[in-house]
């Protein structure tokens, strides 16, 4: 039973140190991108969080915050800065919950989430732009429109793996980070590695 235990251990510590070592291996083409203008790499990365609402752009965009962060998903085959809930369907705790989701994301403009071009445009490349894409087979086409509107700090992440390969191959100086995870996956070094990603985005 203690040799099984000490083994777990020893795995355990093997895989963490060896993913803490692809992070760093990828920390100083991170900080190139995300903190060129700085001095000193010892400085603060700050990313606003969910900047979804448009409030919330001008309000950052104010303070003069380096990068912000949105979520990215489709309705109707268009591009929208959205998080959204995922809730069982069909029960009335369910709907309350969804409806206030709404009210509080979409309270500006009401009702109705920003596209990605709208986000874009209003943004107008005065900060670096963090995609989380939610939707399979869109993060390529979300970092292309970012592309368009002349915008040059992007970073993206999506818990679909083998989409970042393809954001790295068609779009190099864009940061990829294998987004959304919440559980330890068997090998998310690996995961990392085979897309040729810049590290782990975790959710807790």
């Known amino acids: 039973m203690l040799n099984l235990c000490f083994s777990h251990v020893l795995f355990l510590c093997i895989n963490i140190f060896y993913e803490i070592n692809i992070l760093i291996a990828n920390f100083g083409a991170i900080l190139d991108i995300m903190n060129s203008d700085l001095e000193s790499?010892?400085?603060?990365?700050?990313?606003?969080h969910k900047v979804n609402r448009y409030s919330l752009l001008k309000k950052y965009l104010a303070l003069g915050v380096p990068w912000?962060?949105?979520d990215v998903s489709m309705r109707n085959g268009v591009f929208v800065v959205e998080h959204g809930v995922e809730v069982?369907?069909?029960?009335?705790?369910?709907e309350i919950i969804k409806t206030g989701y709404k009210v509080l994301e979409h309270r500006d403009p009401l009702w109705r989430p920003l596209t990605l071009p709208a986000y874009l445009e209003k943004l107008n490349g005065k900060?670096?732009?963090?995609?989380?894409?939610?939707?399979a087979g869109a993060a390529v086409k979300a970092v292309e429109l970012a592309k368009k509107s002349g915008l040059n700090k992007i970073a993206v992440s999506t818990p679909?793996?083998?989409?970042?390969?393809?954001v790295k191959k068609t779009y190099p100086d864009v940061?990829?980070?294998l987004g959304n995870v919440s559980f330890r996956p068997a090998d998310s070094?690996?995961?990392?590695?085979?897309?040729?990603a810049d590290g782990l985005s975790i959710e807790y």
């Open 175 to 177: 940061l990829t980070f």
């Open 127 to 135: 900060a670096g732009l963090w995609l989380d894409v939610k939707e």
């Open 160 to 166: 679909y793996h083998e989409e970042l390969a393809g």
């Open 68 to 70: 912000l962060e949105i």
């Open 189 to 196: 070094a690996g995961l990392v590695e085979a897309s040729g």
């Open 88 to 94: 069982n369907i069909g029960t009335v705790r369910a």
């Open 41 to 48: 790499s010892l400085k603060p990365i700050v990313v606003a």
